[in-house]
C-alpha cells in the first residue's frame, strides 16, 4: 500500500499506487511513488489530507486495482559464435554447465570472449570459458 525510508537527515513516504491515490500531485513523484524529502514536519501533509490518501491506498487496494506498468523489453537472445560453441562442446563438463546456466550467465561468457580486441586475447579467454565452465564456475566466481 505505502512505503516509507529514513535517513539520518531525512525520510521518505510515498503510494505504490501513486498515480491512483495522489491523482495529478502524483506527477512530481519519483521512483516508487515518493515525493520530496521530508526534513522537517512542515514538510508532511495536514492529517486530514494523509488521512484522506491512506484511505484511497486501502480502497484500492481492496478493490484489486492495479497501476499499469510499463513493460520492460527483453534483451535479444545472444547468438553463439561457431569458434566459442565448438570449444565448449569439445568438453563435456563444460557443455553440461553451459547448459544449466540461466540466459544472463551464458551471455556474460559469450560476451566477455566476443568482445575481445585481439584474436590471441579470444584464444586466451576461450580457453579460460572452457576451464572455468568445466569446473562449474560463472563467469565472475571470484566476486561470489
Known sequence: ??????????CVFGYWKAPLVLG???????????????TSVADLPSKS???????KAMELN??????????????????????FAAAVNKNKKARATF????????????????EAKTDASRAKQLQQTVEWLADGKPRNWKYM
Open 24 to 38: 495529478a500531485a502524483a506527477d512530481g513523484a519519483n521512483a516508487m511513488g515518493y515525493r520530496d524529502k521530508i
Open 49 to 55: 489530507a494523509f488521512r484522506a490518501h491512506v484511505r
Open 1 to 10: 500500500m505505502c512505503g516509507m525510508a529514513a535517513f539520518k537527515e531525512h
Open 62 to 83: 481492496e478493490a484489486g486495482i492495479t497501476v499499469e506498468r510499463p513493460v520492460k523489453e527483453r534483451k535479444p537472445e545472444i547468438v553463439v559464435p561457431a569458434d
Open 99 to 114: 547448459d544449466t546456466f540461466s540466459p544472463s550467465h551464458r551471455r556474460e561468457y559469450i560476451e566477455w570472449v566476443t
